[in-house]
C-alpha cells in the first residue's frame, strides 16, 4: 500500500526521490511476506531507502536529464537545408519545397528560377529565406 502511495506522488513530481522511496518499501514487503519482523523490515526499509536515494537515484537523474550536443530542432534545424523553388523566388515572395512539406519563401537578393535548388538561410515566421546554391563543376 505504501509503495503505491509513493509512486503516485512520484508520478506527480518527478523527481525520484519518492519512486527511491516505493522501490524500499516493496523490499521492506518482501521481506515481510518471508517472515521478517518489523524491525527487520524497518532496517530493509531503510537500507533499501539509503541505496536507492545514493547510488541509483543518480545515475537514473543523469540518464533522464541528457540532452544531445549541439542539436538543432523546430525551425533551427531547417536552416542549411536544401529545398527546391517551386516558383519564381523574389525577395517578395515564392514557394519551395523543403523537407517535404511547400513553404511561403522570399529569395535573400535578387530573384532565383522555379525548379532551382536552394539552400535556407532563416527562418522569418512561416517563410523561409533562401539562396541560390553555388553550383561546383568539376573541370
Known sequence: MAAGVLLVVEMLTVNLLFGSLAFSAV???IASGIGFDATTQGVVFGL???????ILRPIALRHLKKEPANQSTNVEALVGAPA?????LTD????????GETWSARAITGQ?????????VAIEGATAVVKQ???VDNV
Open 48 to 54: 533499501g531507502a539509503v541505496g536507492s536515494l545514493l
Open 112 to 120: 532565383i528560377a522555379d525548379g532551382s535548388k536552394v539552400e535556407v
Open 27 to 29: 523490499l521492506a514487503a
Open 92 to 99: 517578395r515572395d515564392g514557394l519551395v519545397k523543403l523537407s
Open 84 to 88: 527546391i523553388a517551386l516558383t519564381l
Open 133 to 135: 546554391k553555388v553550383r
